[in-house]
């Protein structure tokens, strides 16, 4: 019936042959487009996406193995404290025979200083303290306009019966020269002899003594002397030992997350690439992104209970600090940004945990690839993941751009092609409709010309010399009988015969 229905519409129709041809051939240059297209939009779009993808898994790569040489270094830096109590002339602090002096204390500052300038003073604290409650720490604060390492140390020789000996400086890191004792007193507060360093976050460490391998604690929220607002820190611990193991306290190292966000800022990416630090919990510990993800509030009551994924003041107080506060951190599923959140979401969460995996992954309407990799570290307790998101358009732009070209070239070249057909058609074929306006003048009898020239195909040729052959015979057949006459019989649709009548 369709083709009937198409049979007899060509019927009512009449096209010409030049536009059945032509749109044939049109029609097949159409349909080997298409099927290009198809095959090279297909192809293409798998093939510069999984560039993409390779491009995403290298770039995590490349940020694991910045972020394990990153963190080796406080683990090293560690290690090298506890070793130190394998030399000899290293004491712990109450057991320097040369007790009470306050020289036993200057080795201690010029380790800690020699520490923080290895690692360009990212640390926000360096301390050593020991278990009968002596320590030497130092921090980076402010002094006036100045920012300088205020380090403090003291012995427990003799006490709780005598009072610490110990001592105070500072020195201006921009200079590297040193601070006065009085400059340092006024700004922040006078020194204090006895102090047990021995503050909550140090019970809770003993409790991961283990085998004497250094740990990463959990992120602690501390307030440096000299301001007033509170930053997270992520601190790592090393017990330490003399030569006999016997056990004499930890060694302290704590990383501020804007260090750890200068980090993650500094790897190197597209340009729209956002990188984040996750913990086991599926918090975030670093991020390059813009809106932050702590927040902080004050304590009415320090001893108020703390949430899971939030931190207190309180834990690493010196009995200095302006106030309590109770820092947290958001976990990832729920930071305002959402290819991190359906980089959450996959697998159920377990995703940001992955050993090693990429995904391209929709959100706001854009693919993104997500690269989790987690970081190794020699000391216990670490399980943090770094995650880079890195939009499509910024690894495939130059390619679909590319592909898209190629496209429009295509489309150009099919429609010079269809052009180009439809030009030769008409010209092929002109000699046929030639013919066939001169066919149907004869027809009516009327006077026409003989064909002059001939194309050169043979098929026309021939109905050419065909149709010169019919006309010149109708016309010698009207010089013997009027074209009056044969119109008639033409009309009548009868066949003349010759009679003879008497």
């Given at each position: 019936q369709f083709l009937y229905f198409i049979g007899a519409s060509f019927e009512r129709m009449r096209p010409s042959l030049r536009l059945v041809i032509g749109g044939i051939c049109a029609l097949s240059v159409l349909i080997v487009a298409v099927i290009t297209l198809s095959i090279t939009y297909s192809v293409s779009l798998t093939t510069v996406r999984d560039v993409g993808k390779k491009h995403a898994a290298a770039l995590g790569r490349t940020a694991r193995a910045q972020a394990e040489d990153y963190f080796a270094v406080p683990a090293e830096a560690l290690d090298s404290i506890n070793a130190l109590f394998s030399v000899d002339g290293w004491y712990a602090l109450s057991d320097d025979p040369r007790n009470p002096s306050t020289d036993i204390h200057?080795?201690?500052?010029?380790?800690?200083?020699?520490?923080?300038?290895?690692?360009?003073?990212?640390?926000?604290?360096?301390?050593?303290?020991?278990?009968?409650?002596?320590?030497?720490?130092?921090?980076?604060?402010?002094?006036?306009?100045?920012?300088?390492?205020?380090?403090?140390?003291?012995?427990?020789?003799?006490?709780?019966?005598?009072?610490?000996?110990?001592?105070?400086?500072?020195?201006?890191?921009?200079?590297?020269?040193?601070?006065?004792?009085?400059?340092?007193?006024?700004?922040?507060?006078?020194?204090?002899?006895?102090?047990?360093?021995?503050?909550?976050?140090?019970?809770?460490?003993?409790?991961?003594?283990?085998?004497?391998?250094?740990?990463?604690?959990?992120?602690?929220?501390?307030?440096?002397?000299?301001?007033?607002?509170?930053?997270?820190?992520?601190?790592?611990?090393?017990?330490?030992?003399?030569?006999?193991?016997?056990?004499?306290?930890?060694?302290?190292?704590?990383?501020?997350?804007?260090?750890?966000?200068?980090?993650?800022?500094?790897?190197?990416?597209?340009?729209?690439?956002?990188?984040?630090?996750?913990?086991?919990?599926?918090?975030?510990?670093?991020?390059?992104?813009?809106?932050?993800?702590?927040?902080?509030?004050?304590?009415?009551?320090?001893?108020?209970?703390?949430?899971?994924?939030?931190?207190?003041?309180?834990?690493?107080?010196?009995?200095?600090?302006?106030?309590?506060?109770?820092?947290?951190?958001?976990?990832?599923?729920?930071?305002?940004?959402?290819?991190?959140?359906?980089?959450?979401?996959?697998?159920?969460?377990?995703?940001?945990?992955?050993?090693?995996?990429v995904r391209m992954l929709q959100a706001d309407g854009s693919n993104f690839f997500v690269a989790s990799t987690s970081i190794r570290n020699a000391y216990r307790f670490f399980g943090l993941n770094i995650v880079t998101i890195v939009p499509?358009?910024?690894?495939?732009?130059?390619?679909?751009?590319?592909?898209?070209?190629?496209?429009?070239?295509?489309?150009?070249?099919?429609?010079?092609?269809?052009?180009?057909?439809?030009?030769?058609?008409?010209?092929?074929?002109?000699?046929?409709?030639d013919v066939s306006r001169r066919m149907r003048a004869t027809a009516r009898l009327r006077d026409t010309e003989n064909v002059e020239s001939y194309s050169g195909l043979a098929e026309v040729q021939d109905l050419q010399r065909a149709y010169t052959n019919m006309n010149t015979a109708i016309r010698s057949f009207t010089r013997y009988v009027p074209r009056d006459v044969v119109k008639d019989l033409m009309k009548s649709g009868q066949l003349c015969e010759i009679k003879m009548t008497p």
């Open positions: 200057d080795k201690f500052m010029h380790t800690s200083y020699a520490l923080h300038r290895n690692a360009n003073f990212t640390y926000t604290a360096v301390g050593i303290i020991f278990d009968d409650g002596a320590g030497s720490n130092s921090y980076q604060r402010p002094l006036f306009n100045r920012t300088v390492l205020h380090w403090e140390s003291r012995s427990a020789w003799r006490y709780p019966e005598r009072n610490m000996t110990g001592k105070r400086r500072g020195i201006d890191i921009a200079t590297g020269r040193e601070v006065s004792r009085a400059e340092m007193d006024a700004f922040y507060y006078p020194w204090v002899t006895n102090v047990d360093v021995r503050f909550a976050a140090y019970q809770v460490a003993k409790n991961f003594i283990g085998d004497g391998s250094g740990f990463w604690f959990t992120m602690q929220l501390f307030i440096r002397t000299g301001l007033t607002t509170p930053e997270f820190v992520l601190p790592a611990a090393k017990p330490l030992f003399n030569r006999s193991n016997h056990f004499l306290g930890f060694a302290i190292l704590a990383q501020p997350v804007t260090s750890l966000n200068t980090f993650l800022r500094s790897i190197k990416g597209t340009v729209n690439t956002q990188a984040f630090v996750v913990d086991g919990d599926g918090r975030l510990v670093a991020s390059t992104h813009p809106q932050p993800f702590e927040t902080f509030t004050v304590l009415a009551n320090q001893n108020a209970p703390v949430p899971r994924g939030c931190a207190s003041s309180a834990d690493t107080d010196f009995g200095y600090n302006p106030a309590t506060y109770l820092g947290c951190r958001a976990l990832a599923s729920e930071f305002p940004y959402a290819p991190l959140q359906a980089g959450a979401s996959a697998d159920g969460g377990r995703f940001l945990k992955a050993e090693s995996d499509e358009k910024d690894i495939l732009g130059d390619i679909v751009a590319g592909r898209n070209l190629a496209i429009g070239v295509t489309v150009a070249i099919f429609v010079f092609a269809t052009l180009l057909s439809s030009g030769i058609v008409y010209a092929l074929l002109q000699p046929l409709a």
